[in-house]
């Protein structure tokens, strides 16, 4: 039986990807798709999650927008990695769809409400929907089997020298998501860098030939170009969100360790810093599945084999 899940993100390039690879795998039964605000505004994030189902003839699976800021702070966005739209490259069709008419955190609760089965929170952006969402409905925890994030490092991060993107966007959503007690899943820097996608690769998804593996393909090749920066040291561009998907789907792709995070919410220099307890120092149970290794080629080959669903 598919698993059943949802997907909250900010569509940007990777977000996007994810998005690809979820709905190319008949292991998954994605029940809605929620926005966040993060790699762009949160118009153009719902507005391109729109778009990328129009592309992949899913119309059908409903659609919803989240909060318009973080808990506490002012929004930040990526748009220098993502471009004016957040999905620069490639000619991506108009919305053949309207969103539903209530928010994230709704259409959420009603799927976790009218599930048999438990489902598993797929956060690909900022945790503000999640966070609230746990917050909100503290009766439907139990209807959750996982929360599966991409965000955080248990090293340097990419947008502080502390802090990864997501998790600085919104320290106190990611807080409340790690404190909440429930099983979490960490693909941070640690292991999505080490998800790069290299020239031929792109080449290879290209070659597969229909519309969808072509279009993935143009926004890797934006995508690409941030990542040619020297201060990165990267071969290729790290494909983050697509690595929580892949996880679901081939966990044996992955070396994982349980281990307890928090996050930090007032350093001077450290906010937004996802602190891992990798040596048990302070006593806490491991409160999450801490991704640190990934077969990059098995990782490869999945998307690859995935992208020709769309013949």
């Given at each position: 039986m598919a698993l059943p899940i949802i997907l909250d993100c900010d569509p940007g390039h990777d977000d996007a990807i994810a998005l690809v690879l979820a709905l190319a795998s008949p292991e998954l039964a994605l029940k809605a798709v929620t926005s966040s605000a993060?790699?762009?505004?949160?118009?153009?994030?719902?507005?391109?999650v729109l778009r990328m189902l129009t592309l992949l003839n899913r119309t059908d699976i409903p659609v919803a927008g989240g909060a318009r800021k973080p808990l506490m702070r002012d929004l930040i966005i990526a748009d220098n990695v993502h471009g004016e739209t957040g999905l620069d490259g490639p000619a991506l069709p108009e919305p053949a769809f309207k969103p539903q008419d209530c928010t994230a955190v709704e259409?959420?609760?009603?799927?976790?409400?009218?599930?048999?089965?438990?489902?598993?929170?797929?956060?690909?952006?900022?945790?503000t929907n999640v966070a609230l969402l746990l917050n909100s409905h503290p009766e439907l925890h139990s209807k959750i089997a996982h929360i599966v994030i991409m965000g955080g490092s248990m090293g340097l991060g990419n947008w502080t020298p502390a802090a990864e993107f997501n998790?600085?966007?919104?320290?106190?959503?990611?807080?409340?998501?790690?404190?909440?007690?429930?099983?979490?899943?960490?693909?941070?820097?640690?292991?999505?860098?080490?998800?790069?996608?290299?020239?031929?690769?792109?080449e290879r998804f290209r070659a597969i030939g229909n519309p969808v593996a072509t279009t993935v393909a143009e926004l890797l090749d934006f995508f690409m170009e941030y990542h040619k920066a020297e201060k990165w040291g990267f071969h290729g561009a790290p494909l983050h969100d697509p690595c929580t998907i892949a996880w679901l789907l081939k966990p044996e792709l992955f070396t994982t360790i349980d281990r307890w995070v928090g996050v930090e919410t007032q350093g001077k220099y450290t906010q937004g810093m996802t602190v891992v307890d990798y040596y048990s120092l302070t006593g806490n149970k491991p409160n999450t599945a801490v991704m640190v290794d990934i077969d990059r080629q098995g990782f490869v080959d999945l998307l690859a084999e995935r992208l020709k669903f769309y013949n």
């Open positions: 993060g790699n762009q505004t949160p118009d153009k994030t719902l507005r391109n259409l959420m609760a009603n799927v976790l409400r009218e599930s048999d089965d438990p489902v598993t929170l797929v956060a690909t952006g900022p945790q998790i600085f966007v919104d320290p106190e959503a990611a807080e409340i998501v790690f404190q909440s007690g429930l099983p979490i899943v960490m693909a941070g820097l640690d292991v999505t860098h080490r998800a790069q996608i290299m020239s031929a690769d792109v």
